[in-house]
């Protein structure tokens, strides 16, 4: 890769850096895991540099690879090395949550990987099906289903309850 | 659960305050160019491309370290989550009574001890994993871990060691470092180094033969069937005070009766791994509750007014009997709190705050909060029971 390239590349991916961070943490809903999975996937990205440069949607192509490595990365050798029960610690019956986006983050971060990446593709980055298919290299018809499952283990996970805001609970559990 | 709740979750998510980005930018082109290289040396089908792809590699290793070690697959983290157990120790050398792990974001470090009556550790060993990046091996030196850390080591590679796990390994003798001083294994100086994943180097230390330092090495497994719990959970604490630095757990070894001890610390995400804590906050719990009160207050002299009067000396510290000992009652609890002679430092504990010892302090005039003030509206007690506490013990 010349000079030039090399420098266009590092200029790219310094000014996304917080965006793709974002992006992961999302996915990860861990930021140690959210930031070893943008190493990874900036990597790729300039292993790819040529296509992602070319592209039509340079953001849209990066922001696949970052969802695709974060797809492949569960499946591959360090996580299953390193399992991380996906227990949670308490349901929120026995636990009075300050925000009732507490219980909808938790039962977000229990969904599967590619449910959890479907929504984040959805509902964040507001991609449509189409655009979310393309990114994650699959068809509508999956992008359909996988929506419709995660959200229904959502509200199956936390019944009729909205996200409000709630006072502060009583300091004992 | 409307799907606008999850629009309302990631905008919250994403607009949480991140710490500095970790993320090396000059390391990804390096890496990514050593990947296209090997690629286009594959591709290509030219042995005499591929090899000197291969020999070029393999000089370059060579060059930078006695003997480089085969990478295995997947790296190993960035940082750590100190709340999660990345690895346990499977064997020991003796029957521990306690065992545990303590987690800043570059080390995790395991241990399994017997401690005698006086509490001094008899026998002890020690199994420190360093996040990716976090050690060098030049020639034979190996050193890991931030300078001003206390898990610091500097090594002299003194060998070869077994291969552990298929890996390579070295023996060397710690040559500096705080490491070394730690007390359980203060006076041991021989280590065993191998890469755990990736870039990510694990030190073994024991009282133990160098036999046993090897067979602890192979019964590292990364699998972990439980994640940390705690007793406490934090809510509410300003964003000074959102991030865990540090958690500390010890727990009786199986069929052991000992209580358990937790320990966190939290501070601010842009407080960057390897630097001195800015305002930290500690808690520490038991499931042993304290018998009675024993707090240190400070005292000083009373300076004499006028023209001629002397500067107060510097306040000095003493054990206080109960029935002076400062204290009242917080939700139910009796808190006692101590100003200790360090300028700054605020403590507060509670001897038996529903079945828990509970410990708080404060390390600067510029805490956000006192800790009369977390123990009173910003933490909840969960219990001795462990089945009811917490992998997440802060929360926003």
Not at chain 1, 91 to 98: F, G, S
Not at chain 2, 177 to 197: P, T
Request: glycine letters at 6%; aromatic letters at 6%.
């Amino acid at each position: 890769m010349t000079d030039q390239r090399d420098a266009d590349y590092s200029e790219y991916v310094e000014s996304r850096l917080p965006a793709l961070r974002r992006l992961a943490l999302l996915l990860c809903q861990d930021r140690h895991r959210a930031d070893d999975l943008v190493q990874q996937a900036v990597i790729r990205v300039y292993m790819r540099w040529a296509k992602a440069s070319a592209a039509d949607n340079t953001d849209a192509y990066v922001n696949a690879i970052l969802v695709r490595e974060f797809l492949h990365e569960r499946r591959s050798g360090w996580t299953r090395r390193v399992s991380v029960t996906d227990h949670l610690p308490e349901t929120p019956i026995l636990t009075a949550d300050r925000d009732g986006l507490m219980d909808l983050q938790a039962a977000v971060t229990a969904l599967p990987p590619g449910q959890r990446a479907v929504l984040v593709l959805r509902y964040y980055c507001d991609l449509n099906i189409d655009q979310t298919a393309a990114a994650l290299g699959c068809s509508t018809g999956t992008v359909k289903s996988q929506t419709a499952k995660a959200i229904a283990a959502l509200r199956g996970r936390l019944g009729g309850k909205s996200a409000a805001t709630t006072g502060k609970g009583p300091r004992r559990a | 659960m409307r799907e606008s709740d999850l629009r309302v979750l990631f905008k919250r998510q994403a607009a949480t305050e991140l710490p500095p980005a970790p993320i090396s930018i000059p390391a990804a082109r390096r890496i990514g160019r050593a990947r296209l290289l090997r690629r286009r040396a594959g591709a290509i089908g030219s042995p005499v491309l591929a090899a000197a792809a291969v020999v070029g590699v393999v000089l370059a290793v060579v060059a930078a370290s006695p003997r480089q070690p085969t990478a295995q697959a997947g790296p190993a983290p960035q940082r750590f989550n100190p709340l999660v157990p990345y690895a346990a120790m499977t064997w020991y050398p003796y029957q521990p009574r306690l065992v545990g792990s303590n987690d800043w974001r570059t080390t995790l470090m395991l241990r399994a001890s017997t401690p005698s009556p006086a509490g001094v550790q008899v026998d002890a060993t020690q199994v420190v994993l360093y996040a990716a990046g976090w050690c060098t091996l030049k020639s034979a030196s190996l050193s890991c871990g931030a300078t001003t850390a206390s898990t610091r080591a500097q090594m002299t590679v003194t060998g070869t060691a077994p291969d552990v796990q298929g890996q390579p390994a070295y023996w060397a003798d710690f040559t500096g470092g705080n490491l070394s001083r730690l007390r359980a294994l203060a006076g041991i100086r021989r280590v065993l180094a191998f890469q755990y994943a990736r870039g990510g180097w694990a030190l073994v230390q024991s009282t133990g033969t160098p036999a046993d330092l090897v067979r602890v090495a192979g019964s590292l497994r990364y699998n972990q069937t439980a994640s940390l719990r705690f007793p406490v959970r934090l809510t509410g604490l300003p964003s000074a005070w959102s991030d865990v630095l540090y958690a500390s757990v010890v727990q009786p070894a199986p069929g052991v009766q000992e209580p358990t001890q937790d320990e966190l610390v939290i501070g601010s995400p842009a407080n960057l791994p390897g630097t001195p804590l800015r305002n930290p906050l500690t808690i520490i719990t038991s499931t042993q509750p304290v018998q009675g009160p024993k707090c240190r207050i400070a005292t000083s002299p009373a300076v004499r007014a006028g023209k001629n009067s002397k500067p107060a000396s510097k306040p000095t510290a003493k054990d206080s009997t109960p029935t002076t000992c400062p204290s009242s009652v917080i939700n139910g609890d009796r808190a006692y709190l101590n100003t200790p002679p360090d300028p700054g430092k605020q403590t507060l504990f509670s001897p038996d705050a529903d079945g828990l010892y509970v410990y708080l302090q404060t390390w600067s005039p510029q805490a956000p909060l006192s800790p009369t003030a977390v123990f009173a509206h910003d933490l909840r007690l969960l219990g001795p029971d462990p089945a009811m506490w917490t992998t997440a013990p802060l929360s926003p």
